[in-house]
């Protein structure tokens, strides 16, 4: 707490390390309130004294009797008079609820310019009334670049509408679950009473009008809820307009109402809520929770967001986040850089180019009388675009994508300059090409065209690799929306068709990804199969730009989590490429609670036969490498209680020595004293697996006999090594089978290292290439090691096989508090004997006699003999 308030105090950018179970959020909560309330106070005084100084120079007969040195209703809380407080806070609501009218103001006039539909002359007279009602929806409004409109209006940005915002705090985390639980701690803490709390969350988590909560999937609800504000600003208009009929769609959502929102907002700043109680106050008072929180940010003193809504600076502008001078705290962080790489990537299907265009082309065609000029010309440019991305690819726009065979199969990577250049795109300016796409809204207009006459063209299949990615498209399909733009984590796609029926979206994302400085990224060009098959990649190489501006902006920023080493990519590619002072960062990492007889962390060369432990691509298939993987793991299950998770690099080397040990008889042998589960592939059986694994265990220790527990055979990276915890007897000891290095093959990587090494400088003699290898297989490890100790009270021992993690650069990746209690065993006899002390020493505490520390050092004795 005393390292954050100074590092806040004195505008840093902190990392800072806590493992789980110490207490992390609390101490983050105390020390950030603690720093806002003294920070508050003193700009209180100061606002007194300056108010004082100037009131000092004017008449003393204007002063209220009140104010009169002596009566007994003067002295405020920082030594000023009462009526100087009033007014102050007078001042400041009155300010509030102007700049709250204002926004609504705004947001009407914004949302009536976007839905402003064209009344054609001429021409397309004819054609509108041969129109259904409802289908004047999907055309789109008259367009007008932003420059345009200021020659247009002689109006530039009106900075008079900039709402003045409190210093804040921004916490974010990974996932609503984890925000919704800080904001629970919150209110334990001494803070919870008087701490103006806002929690902000996506449409799908917060809308309360039933009939959108129902469509379930977060894309529709968006559109169903942006049409009805459209529908209910269009009202407003349209009561102006004799003889237009409305029709039953045209419905306005009930709770978005200014002055029910600004109920909502009133009362959400007067307490502290989570989105549960969030969503249960706008359901009492009829108020949009959704809107009716983002009222509350300016002024809010801590709001708690998902951390993409942060990061990527459209979906921040649109929530209305403002981080000049503010503070961030970024929770969970161990991921940010991929993080940001992954919300600034994006891939498109050859599927998809050619189905986006058939799609726009019909479009096109339907309401070529309707559309303006600048609407044709966008999308002829759009749909030129494409016909060049599917040329990039083999194909051809107008044939099935599915059947057209691609000649020449393999991945390219291009910078951006040399793909604009060979794709003959260089000549149109993308940047004005994405603005059009964000502020016609054409992806929604031709979605609401598909889902009408959706036929054939519409249902191409998405390739397999994008299917795998459907979680992360997902989310940027809910980010390519305009103004609507949410900060979901990932979330399964519900609806293939859904997704199938909006290529645009997704397109739009690898346009927008194109505008970015040729340095920065590439375009993977993979050929694979058919065009169909085939796809396009941005891949974002210098995620740095993307958080230069909330390093820049923000008065400090801290980057915190359980594991945060090893912390030199943060440093590195984070930071340093990002413009950040390197006096301006600092470093925290506090150690563990737990007392050190808790934890055994055993690095172990060589295995009972003596083999040396080396598990790299050569060696690591060699059938005496899996046979003394499997003694070991037989000699532990023979000692440690409860459950042993053993981590293996890959799903496929993890398949390979089951096969192996199947085939050997080992796996029968283990089955006597564990009972083995596999991490299961898929998502949706991973709880299943756990629940049974923590039965097992359960029913072993209170039934005693021969199987004394579970063992749970898991992949790094997998389902299993992150977010689940395996607390107490869930993970009595840990395994990890050799040094999981990400697959250096990948063109993606190689490229990475590559850029690594012409931009950055040498650490420690080493290439930065081989550092980020190095720190991706650590930062696996201690993620996956991590698991074991999550509470004051809890223990395990943790086994690294193989040699490699004694060699001092990796060795000093480990998180200090287990790197300072590691013990390297070069033999398995004293490896096996210290684990024999620590089964002792679990017996022993189980009986609860004496202190845990005097058994531990009796039964040392013990074991010894
Ligand atoms: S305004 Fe609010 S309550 Fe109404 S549909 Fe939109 S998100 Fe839901």
Redesign the pocket.
């Known amino acids: 707490m005393a390292a954050l308030y100074s590092a806040l105090e004195a505008g840093r950018v902190g990392i800072f390390e806590s493992p789980t179970g110490t207490g992390k959020s609390l101490s983050l909560i105390c020390g950030a309130l603690s720093w806002l309330r003294d920070f508050e106070e003193k700009k209180r005084q100061e606002e007194a004294r300056l108010l004082a100084l100037e009131d000092s120079g004017q008449e003393r007969g204007e002063r209220p009797a009140a104010a009169e040195p002596g009566h007994p209703g003067s002295g405020g809380a920082a030594g000023e008079p009462d009526w100087v407080t009033a007014f102050v806070q007078k001042k400041e609501e009155r300010d509030a609820v102007d700049r709250l009218k204002r926004s609504e103001e705004d947001e009407t006039k914004r949302l009536l310019q976007l839905s402003k539909d064209v009344i054609s002359e001429g021409d397309g007279v004819d054609v509108l009334e041969q129109l259904d009602h409802n289908e004047e929806e999907l055309v789109l409004a008259e367009y007008e670049s932003d420059d345009e409109k200021k020659v247009i209006s002689g109006l530039e940005d009106d900075d008079d509408l900039e709402e003045e915002h409190v210093t804040k705090i921004y916490y974010c985390s990974r996932t609503h679950s984890q925000l919704s639980q800080f904001v629970r701690e919150v209110q334990k803490s001494p803070f919870g009473k008087d701490t103006r709390l806002v929690s902000l969350g996506s449409?799908q988590n917060?809308?309360?009008?039933e009939?959108?909560?129902r469509l379930g999937a977060l894309q529709l609800?968006n559109d169903?809820?942006?049409e009805?504000?459209k529908n209910k600003h269009e009202k407003k208009s349209d009561e102006k307009m004799e003889g237009k009929r409305r029709h039953a769609s045209h419905a306005i959502?009930?709770?978005?109402s200014y002055e029910q929102m600004q109920f909502l907002c009133d009362e959400v700043l007067v307490e502290v809520k989570d989105i549960e109680q969030l969503v249960a106050l706008?359901r009492e008072t009829k108020?949009?929770?959704?809107?009716?929180s983002r009222y509350a940010i300016p002024a809010a003193q801590l709001v708690v967001l998902p951390y993409q809504m942060l990061l990527h600076e459209p979906t921040r502008s649109a929530a209305g986040i403002k981080l000049k001078d503010q503070v961030v705290i970024i929770d969970e962080a161990h991921n940010l850089i991929d993080t940001i790489t992954c919300i600034h990537s994006a891939e498109v299907s050859g599927s998809q180019l050619c189905c986006a265009h058939s799609q726009l082309s019909q479009y096109m065609e339907r309401y070529r009388k309707r559309l303006k000029a600048k609407n044709l010309m966008y999308i002829k440019q759009i749909l030129y675009l494409l016909e060049q991305f599917v040329a990039m690819l083999g194909g051809n726009v107008n044939q099935n994508p599915g059947c057209q065979a691609v000649s020449q199969t393999g991945t390219v990577l291009k910078s951006i300059n040399d793909f604009l250049f060979q794709s003959q795109i260089d000549n149109i300016n993308l940047f004005k090409v994405r603005r059009y796409c964000e502020k016609s809204l054409i992806s929604r207009k031709l979605f609401g065209f598909v889902e009408r006459y959706g036929g054939p063209a519409t249902t191409v299949k998405t390739n397999k690799e994008n299917q795998k990615l459907a979680g992360f498209q997902n989310f940027l399909l809910t980010l390519k929306q305009g103004s609507d733009k949410e900060g979901n984590p990932p979330v399964e796609a519900e609806n293939d068709q859904l997704r199938t029926a909006s290529p645009l979206m997704q397109i739009e994302g690898f346009l927008s990804a194109l505008t970015n400085a040729n340095q920065d990224g590439r375009v993977i060009v993979n050929r694979q199969g058919t065009v169909g098959q085939s796809s396009l990649k941005f891949l974002l190489l210098n995620p740095a730009v993307y958080f230069a501006k909330v390093v820049e902006e923000c008065r400090a920023v801290i980057i915190a989590g359980g594991t945060m080493q090893p912390v030199s990519d943060f440093r590195e590619q984070l930071l340093s490429c990002a413009g950040v002072d390197p006096a301006r960062v600092v470093e925290f990492s506090c150690g563990h609670v737990i007392p050190p007889e808790n934890i055994l962390p055993i690095i172990l060369c060589s295995g009972p036969s003596n083999q040396q432990l080396e598990f790299t691509y050569q060696t690591r298939d060699l059938p005496q490498m899996m046979d003394e993987t499997g003694r070991i793991l037989c000699n532990l299950c023979n000692v440690v209680p409860g459950g042993v998770v053993c981590f293996f690099p890959s799903y496929e080397y993890e398949k390979q020595v089951y096969a192996h040990w199947e085939k050997t008889g080992l796996l029968t042998r283990l089955a006597t004293k564990k009972k083995i589960f596999q991490e299961p592939k898929k998502a949706n059986q991973v709880e299943q697996v756990l629940v049974e694994y923590a039965k097992c265990i359960k029913r072993c220790s209170q039934a005693g006999g021969q199987m004394t527990g579970a063992l749970l055979l898991s992949v790094v990276g997998g389902k299993m090594s992150e977010g689940i915890n395996f607390s107490d007897d869930l993970g009595r000891c840990v395994i990890m089978v050799g040094m999981p290095y990400p697959n250096i093959k990948s063109p993606e990587l190689q490229e990475k290292m590559t850029w690594l090494d012409k931009t950055m400088p040498r650490a420690a003699g080493q290439a930065p290439s081989r550092v980020l290898i190095e720190n991706l297989c650590m930062k696996a490890v201690n993620q996956s090691i991590g698991r074991a100790i999550r509470h004051q009270k809890d223990f395990a021992s943790i086994l690294l096989l193989d040699h490699r993690y004694a060699r001092p650069a990796i060795f000093n990746k480990l998180p200090q508090w287990i790197r300072e209690r590691t013990q390297v065993k070069p033999a398995f006899g004293s490896a096996f004997a210290e684990l024999r002390k620590v089964r002792m020493c679990i017996l022993c505490t189980a009986t609860k006699t004496v202190s845990h520390y005097t058994h531990l050092y009796f039964f040392q004795t013990f074991a010894l003999e």
């Open positions: 449409r917060l809308c309360v009008n009939e959108v909560r609800i169903r809820c942006m009805m504000q959502c009930p709770f978005y706008g108020a949009c929770p959704y809107y009716g």
